[in-house]
């Protein structure tokens, strides 16, 4: 018998790093899945449909907000996100995992809405780093830059909100951490009491 998965969510402040670690856990982790959201942001080079997002327009996305078809939703730099309600259930039924990468209003929204979802927060190792891999990034030109250091502290500033903090400054150090913080639940009581039934009543019989 499967026992429900567990939802976790991933905030961490633009180019901390938050994307490259969950692409490497999901890689490492055969029971996890990455949920990818609804945005209306324009696509970057590289990225793909159903990828990275699901790209669509302002009015589709309205639509599905009126339908009450995200788990959660928000707006971040004149741009709106949302997470698909029934992918989620579909995937924690079935016993898998589910990894949220999203801002601190969309993980708080979480923690509501689901209690026993579990909540990591990624941090930088400085405002020196965080500056230095948004330029590397070549994505935003400098004006966008200095505003994103500005919308990274008030994220920063929400950290004591989540149940785990991961700094970034080692990338397996972090990727290892990460690791531990799934496999720490995963052995939680309530999962395994479900997971090892049959065995629990052979040894109670």
Not at 136 to 142: H, L
Request: hydrophobic letters at 40%; aromatic letters at 6%.
């Amino acid at each position: 018998m499967n026992s429900p998965g567990t939802l976790f969510t991933v905030s961490a402040p633009s180019g901390a790093g938050k994307t490259s670690l969950v692409e490497a856990l999901i890689r490492r982790c055969q029971q996890l899945r990455v949920s990818v959201s609804h945005t209306t942001r324009p696509m970057r080079p590289g990225e793909q449909e159903g990828v990275n997002y699901h790209f669509v327009t302002d009015t589709v996305f309205q639509d599905m907000l009126a339908r009450d078809a995200f788990l959660e939703h928000a707006r971040v730099f004149d741009n709106s996100y949302g997470t698909s309600q029934e992918w989620v259930s579909q995937q924690l039924a079935s016993g898998l995992d589910v990894i949220l990468e999203i801002d601190w209003q969309g993980a708080g929204q979480i923690t509501r809405l689901q209690p026993d979802s579990v909540s990591i927060f990624i941090l930088p190792p400085s405002r020196e780093a965080l500056q230095q891999r948004l330029f590397k990034r070549g994505q935003d030109d400098p004006a966008v830059i200095q505003r994103r250091m500005a919308e990274a502290v008030d994220e920063i500033s929400h950290h004591a909100q989540s149940d785990f903090i991961v700094v970034n400054d080692d990338f397996d150090t972090a990727l290892q951490e990460l690791e531990c913080i799934l496999d720490c639940h995963r052995l939680r009581a309530s999962v395994q009491g479900q997971r090892w039934q049959s065995l629990l009543s052979e040894l109670l019989s």
